[in-house]
C-alpha cells in the first residue's frame, strides 16, 4: 500500500516538472516571439532583429551571351572581265581546283587557250612599231616645215592609242591564267574543260576560312561593355563538345532596329579550316568594370517600377528608392544612384520593415553564434 502511494506521488511530481517545463518553454518561445516577429516586436517597442552588409566600391564582371553564326573572313568572287580584242570567248583548257579544295594565294584555278590572244598582242606590237615610226616621220618632216603641227598631234594620239590597245591585249593574256587572290577553300566553279564562255561570267567563289569570323548577335543593351579585343568564347552547334576561343575584331556602327542587336564580329583561328562558314552556334564575353557600386539582389525589392533597398542608420531603418544597372555578378547587382559606400543596407529581415523601425543589426547575438567568425584555436 505504503509502495503505491509512493508510486503514484512520483507520478504527480514528474507530470508536474513535464508541465512546468513546457509552460516556462511556452513563456520563453513567446518571449521569443517578440523579438523575431516584427510586429509583435514592434508592438513591445524591440528591435527587429535583421541582417546587415555595408555597401563597397568593387569590380564587377558579367557574362553576356547571344546567338552567332560563322563567316568566311574574306570571299573572293573570280569574274571573267570582257575582252578588249574581237575574240569575244575563251575555251577552258585545265581547271586545277574544284569545290572543296584548299587553295593558297597565287595557285592556278582555271587556264585558258591562250593561242588567240597571243596573235592579238603580236598584232598590236606590230601596230605601236608602225606608230612610232609614222610618229618620229612626221616630228621630222614638222621640223623641215613640210607638214602641219595637226598631223604631228594626230600621229602622237595614233602611237598613244596603240600602245593602249597593246597593253588591253596583255592583259587579256594574262587573263588566259585565272590564279586565287587569297588562301582559303574553293565553293564553287563553274566552268569544265573544252568550255566556251563570254565576258561577265562568274568563274569562281573562294573562301578564306583561317581566321574564321564568327558573327555574334550582342544586345543592345550592352553595348557599354563591349570593345575590340574581348576575348570571346564561342560553342557552335556542330561541335557542341568544344569551347572555341576568339576576340572581338569588328563591331558594327549601326544596332538592327528591328531584333535591337548590334553586330559583332569575333575572329577565331581556324588553321585546319575545322570550323566552315554557316554554323550558328552561342557566343559570350566576360565585361568587368571597376569601381561600381554593388549590393547583394537579395537586398533589393522590387516594386512595380521601382526599386528599393532598406538602409539603417542610427538602429532605425530607412527605405531608400535606387537605380539599378545593368551589371550582375554571382548575386551582385549595380547600384547606379541611391547609395554610396559605406552605408549599411539589410539583407536579411527587410520585406517586413517599415520606415523608422528600431532594428538589431547584432546578428551573431541574435543567433546565438558569437563564436562565428573567430579563429578555432
Known amino acids: 500500500m505504503r509502495t503505491e502511494t509512493v508510486r503514484k506521488a512520483c507520478g504527480w511530481l514528474l507530470l508536474a516538472c513535464v508541465v512546468a517545463f513546457v509552460g516556462a518553454w511556452q513563456l520563453r518561445a513567446r518571449d521569443a516571439m517578440k523579438n523575431w516577429d516584427p510586429d509583435l516586436a514592434r ?16 569590380d564587377l564582371e558579367e557574362t553576356i551571351g547571344g546567338t552567332c553564326v560563322t563567316l568566311p573572313a574574306q570571299t573572293a568572287q573570280i569574274m571573267l572581265p570582257t575582252t578588249s580584242s574581237q575574240v569575244a570567248d575563251r575555251e577552258v583548257k585545265f581547271v586545277g581546283r574544284h569545290p572543296g579544295a584548299d587553295v593558297k594565294q597565287g595557285e592556278l584555278l582555271i587556264e585558258f587557250d ?18 612610232k615610226v609614222e610618229h618620229e616621220t612626221m616630228v621630222k618632216l614638222f621640223e623641215k616645215h613640210a607638214v602641219a603641227g595637226l598631223e604631228v598631234i594626230t ?16 592583259r587579256d ?12 577553300t574553293v565553293e564553287q566553279v563553274n566552268v569544265v574543260p573544252q568550255m566556251r564562255i563570254g565576258g561577265g561570267v562568274m568563274l569562281a567563289v ?25 576575348p570571346v568564347e564561342v560553342v557552335l552547334d556542330a561541335f557542341p563538345q568544344d569551347t572555341f576561343n576568339g576576340k572581338v575584331s569588328q563591331i558594327s556602327p549601326v544596332v538592327s532596329t528591328k531584333t535591337r542587336v548590334l553586330p559583332v564580329i569575333v575572329e577565331v583561328a581556324n588553321p585546319q579550316h575545322r ?24 537586398a533589393v525589392i522590387k516594386q512595380q517600377q521601382k526599386a528599393m533597398v532598406v538602409c539603417v542608420e542610427d538602429s ?7 537605380h539599378t544597372g545593368p551589371m550582375t555578378e554571382a548575386g551582385q547587382v549595380q547600384i547606379l544612384d541611391g547609395l554610396k559606400s559605406g552605408d549599411e543596407v539589410v539583407v536579411f529581415g527587410q520585406d517586413a520593415l517599415q520606415e523608422n523601425d528600431f532594428v538589431n543589426v547584432d546578428w551573431h547575438k541574435w543567433t546565438r553564434r558569437q563564436d562565428v567568425g573567430k579563429e578555432t584555436p
Open 155 to 170: 600621229a602622237k594620239v595614233a602611237l598613244e592609242t596603240a600602245e593602249l590597245e597593246l597593253a588591253l591585249a596583255k
Open 316 to 322: 532605425r531603418a530607412k527605405i531608400r528608392e535606387v
Open 206 to 230: 573562294v573562301h578564306q576560312l583561317d581566321p574564321i569570323f564568327v558573327q555574334m548577335d550582342f544586345p543592345m543593351e550592352r553595348i557599354d561593355s563591349l570593345k575590340v579585343g574581348q
Open 114 to 131: 591562250p593561242t588567240l590572244f597571243a596573235h592579238v598582242v603580236r598584232q598590236r606590237e606590230a601596230m605601236v612599231e608602225k606608230s
Open 173 to 184: 593574256l594574262e587573263l588566259c591564267t585565272v590564279k586565287s587572290p587569297i588562301d582559303g
Open 275 to 298: 570550323i566552315r562558314a554557316g554554323i550558328s552556334g552561342f557566343s559570350r564575353l566576360k565585361s568587368v568594370k571597376p569601381g561600381m557600386t554593388a549590393v547583394p539582389n537579395v
Open 43 to 58: 508592438k513591445a517597442n524591440r528591435p527587429i532583429p535583421v541582417r546587415t552588409v555595408k555597401v563597397e566600391k568593387r
